[in-house]
């Protein structure tokens, strides 16, 4: 069973930054690419970001030039850079096995929750 720990969610004022951390088992890591989506209350879960296991990355458009994704193979983690927080951020934010183009394809974990405001 995949097991992804997601972490760095909390509070921050708009303009704000937060780095959050998912955290997965070598073999899952190694073998897949990982994504970050994100789900506000009321809202559908959504893809934020997707990188491949070679490196490529891709930023949905919302987060374009704010949000990067970024993966260390060494420490079988993937992170998520948020800089310029909007309150429109948000929302639970969730890990996960995805194919290249972003589709999940793994188990949801806990996620982390982010919340922007004054």
């Known amino acids: 069973q995949v097991q992804l720990v997601e972490s760095g969610g909390g509070l921050v004022q708009p303009g704000g930054s937060l780095r959050l951390s998912c955290l997965a088992s070598e073999t899952i890591f190694r073998t897949y690419a990982m994504g970050w989506y994100r789900q506000a209350p009321g809202k559908q879960r959504e893809l934020v970001a997707v990188?491949?296991?070679?490196?490529?990355?891709n930023v949905a458009d919302f987060v374009k030039g704010r949000f990067t994704i970024s993966r260390d193979n060494a420490k079988n983690t993937v992170y998520l850079q948020m800089n310029s927080l909007k309150p429109e951020d948000t929302a639970v934010y969730y890990c996960?096995?995805?194919?290249?183009?972003?589709?999940?394809?793994?188990?949801w974990g806990q996620g982390t929750q982010v919340t922007v405001s004054l």
């Open positions: 996960n096995t995805c194919t290249n183009w972003g589709t999940p394809t793994g188990s």
């Open positions: 990188i491949t296991q070679p490196g490529d990355a």
